[in-house]
């Protein structure tokens, strides 16, 4: 008889930034998020908010796919959420005085999985501080994550990510984690914000 190992650690990393880049949850829809400006690939949505702000957080919880957005304004706490059903992306104004909004998208992984890793990393999940760190033991589990829970690219491959997967498979161990760090580096932004090309022009080659 199997037993399963259990992991306790919930998915939940949040960004403080008063500018958030990010992947709506289960979807390919990037947004940025301001305290009072929402922006989508296709579409914008202006907030009735007075700053300045305090306490402002955009989480992206993994488990239960969505955005959550809350802090305090100049006329008291504000919270909203952000995340897909059926194939519309749904802006959900759980605390501020406006109407629910829902727009068309497409390319939505609705399937959820219950599937983790962990290494022993318990740390705060804090993206400035997950970025300051660069810890893989500490990515690994998000980025899995991810791949899981968000659909895939058809036909799009990042250069770093194969040069990764083919040392890997050769058993070159160090220099594979070595290429991963890169790709990681170079291919994210923000709270877990895809990048086709280097936002930060570090000179890291992706070819």
């Known amino acids: 008889m199997s037993s399963q190992i259990k992991i306790a650690q919930r998915y939940r990393p949040f960004s403080h930034s008063l500018k958030t880049k990010c992947l709506v949850p289960r979807t390919a829809e990037s947004v940025t998020i301001f305290p009072t400006r929402i922006i989508f690939s296709k579409k914008e949505i202006e907030l009735p908010l007075k700053g300045p702000f305090s306490n402002f957080m955009v989480q992206t919880d993994l488990e ?7 802090g305090k304004s ?27 909004v829902e727009f068309p998208t497409e390319d939505i992984q609705i399937s959820q999985t219950n599937e983790r890793i962990a290494f022993g990393c318990h740390k705060k999940q804090d993206i400035e501080g997950i970025l300051k760190r660069g810890d893989l033991c500490e990515i690994l589990p998000f980025w899995h994550r991810l ?10 491959k990042a250069p770093l990510i194969e040069d990764a997967k083919g040392l890997l498979l050769a058993n070159k161990k160090e220099e594979a984690m070595n290429a991963i760090q890169k790709a990681f580096s170079a291919g994210f932004s923000s709270l877990f914000h895809p990048e086709k090309t280097d936002p930060f022009h570090q000179n890291i080659s992706q070819e």
């Open 64 to 70: 239960q796919g969505k955005l959550r957005v809350s």
């Open 147 to 156: 791949a899981l829970t968000y659909p895939e690219k058809r036909g799009e």
């Open 74 to 100: 100049v006329d008291g706490f504000f919270r909203y959420e952000i995340y897909a059903k059926e194939k519309v992306i749904v802006f959900d104004p759980v605390r501020i005085a406006m109407k629910k």
